[in-house]
């Protein structure tokens, strides 16, 4: 058992390669697949207000191999999260992941403080692999912003989708930041 509520947000540095993360943005970022993010309720950009590009579906993917091949590159390091969140946490039971959601919030986008597991889609583990840090703001705010993650291109951060992780994306002051998410079930 861990002793606090945030021993179990978890960072993990250097998850994701600098040249795999630089194989996204240049494949993805001028990409024609990108729509405004929703919720549960539908679009509603005073709440999430970002892009989103659902990378893993079989229309983005399909007849492109380099996509194809980026898809592949994401799962191991989702693999890799997964093996190394369950050591440390031994009983997330987790068997598969929800695909690859890539993110993109320009100067001013923000997603307001929410939790990532509801009803219609359960999740156990949420999973935010970040690909670049040449932006400012845009950090993870938990607990109406009393904890705020800042990290660098390459890291993961991991933390249980439960209502008693709510977590907002604070606006982006400067420049764009690219992240792509999963959630673990």
Not at 154 to 159: I, L, P, Q, S
């Amino acid at each position: 058992m861990k002793d606090n509520i945030k021993d179990y947000i978890v960072v993990l540095r250097n998850i994701v390669s600098l040249d795999l993360c630089n194989a996204i943005l240049k494949e993805y970022k001028n990409a024609d697949e990108w729509q405004k993010a929703h919720t549960v309720g539908g679009v509603l950009s005073e709440i999430r207000n970002c892009d989103t590009l659902e990378m893993s579906q079989p229309f983005v993917i399909q007849d492109n191999k380099e996509r194809a091949r980026i898809d592949a590159e994401v799962f191991k390091c989702a693999a890799e999260c997964i093996k190394q969140y369950k050591t440390k946490f031994e009983l997330a039971n987790i068997q598969d992941d929800t695909g690859y959601e890539l993110l993109r919030y320009k100067k001013g986008e923000f997603y307001k403080e929410h939790v990532d597991t509801f009803l219609t889609a359960p999740r156990l583990v949420s999973c935010s692999f970040h690909l670049n840090d040449d932006y400012e703001g845009g950090e993870f705010g938990f607990f109406d912003k009393k904890l705020k993650i800042k990290v660098d291109k390459g890291d993961v951060v991991m933390f249980p989708s439960t209502f008693m992780y709510p977590h907002q994306i604070l606006p982006v002051t400067k420049g764009t930041r690219y992240s792509i998410i999963t959630w673990f079930r």
